[in-house]
């Protein structure tokens, strides 16, 4: 690979953290890129509908981040399709060094926006049926269960929101929930109590599919009872949806910061991590709520903070 190119700050992810920070930082004058490793925007861009990010109601996930991405990008701002590989901190010098692809970065601050991935149930035949009757995006795959039931597995808020966009095409839509109640928002709950689709199945798990090619047998267990039973259906008729919260992208940042008991980055209210001139916004970094609006002011702190720390306040 070619020598590094000398920056002031790396900033690694394009979605809404990455793409605000990009933003605050080319306000400074900073001389920022921002790596993007699949596409900009990470998941919101599987989103298709948005109504709670102030200002722009009713937008689709992909519409609303590449509004984001050309603001920056119009302002001078650098992104760039380039997936990061490595990040290294020399002590002696307080300099990192970023490796994507394709080029190398030597920065003086980094701006970690990774994200976060979806996480697995565990269940048996999770992994040998997944993109073959399971799925983790109901965004991205509704669309093939039109007429066909379907199960979510999950009782928070992602798996709520996504069952009701659900019951666009689908025949059914079963939530499987391991406890007794959702984790959901009142209003989810009501709606989801309301539509004449929709059952909630409290206090059961999946435990197992089984089938040819494609899935035909659910073992179900009654956490209440302890009990397992099964439920058989025609193969290609049903679908699961495993929508159980995300797991952070924190590998490049392994032994660099401190993670709490979920995995998450801790930072402190400024993004800074216990590392002189590492910062993390976004999903990746532990905090109460994770929305666009929240990615995107994380991000807007980051930058704020990783300039300061390289001496170029923001103003104004």
Do not use: W
């Not at 603001?71 to 990040?87: C, H, K, T, Y």
């Not at 539509?195 to 599919?209: C, G, I, M, N, Q």
């Amino acid at each position: 690979m070619a020598q590094s190119t000398v920056k002031d700050l790396v900033i690694v992810g394009g979605g809404p953290a990455g793409l605000t920070a990009a933003l605050y930082a080319q306000r400074s004058l900073l001389d920022a890129v921002t790596l993007e490793r699949e596409a900009f925007g990470g998941q919101v861009i599987l989103t298709s509908e948005i109504d709670n990010y102030p200002g722009v109601p009713h937008a689709d996930g992909f519409s609303l981040v590449d509004a984001m991405r050309s603001q920056a990008a119009d302002l001078g701002a650098e992104v760039v399709m380039d997936p990061v590989e490595s990040l290294e901190r020399d002590p002696a010098t307080g300099r990192f060094t970023v490796r994507a692809a394709s080029a190398s970065y030597d920065a003086a601050a980094v701006i970690v926006a990774a994200g976060a991935q979806p996480r697995h149930a565990g269940f048996i035949g999770e992994d040998r049926f997944a993109g073959h009757g399971v799925s983790y995006c109901a965004t991205c795959d509704g669309m093939f269960y039109r007429g066909k039931q379907v199960f979510v597995v999950g009782g928070g808020n992602s798996a709520a929101e996504e069952a009701l966009f659900l019951t666009r095409f689908a025949s059914k839509v079963t939530l499987l929930v391991r406890k007794d109640h959702l984790r959901a928002q009142a209003a989810l709950v009501e709606e989801l109590e309301r539509h004449e689709k929709v059952e909630v199945r409290l206090l059961t798990s999946l435990v197992a599919l089984d089938g040819g090619e494609l899935p035909t047998t659910l073992t179900l267990r009654d956490n209440g009872t302890g009990e397992t039973y099964e439920e058989a259906y025609d193969e290609g008729s049903f679908g699961v949806f495993v929508l159980v919260g995300r797991v952070p992208e924190t590998g490049l940042v392994d032994g660099l910061v401190e993670l709490d008991e979920a995995g998450y980055v801790v930072t402190d209210d400024r993004m800074a991590t216990g590392t002189p001139g590492l910062f993390v916004a976004g999903d990746v970094r532990a905090k109460p709520l994770r929305q666009i609006v929240t990615a995107a002011a994380d991000g807007a702190i980051a930058a704020t903070s990783a300039a300061a720390y390289l001496g170029r306040p923001i103003e104004g």
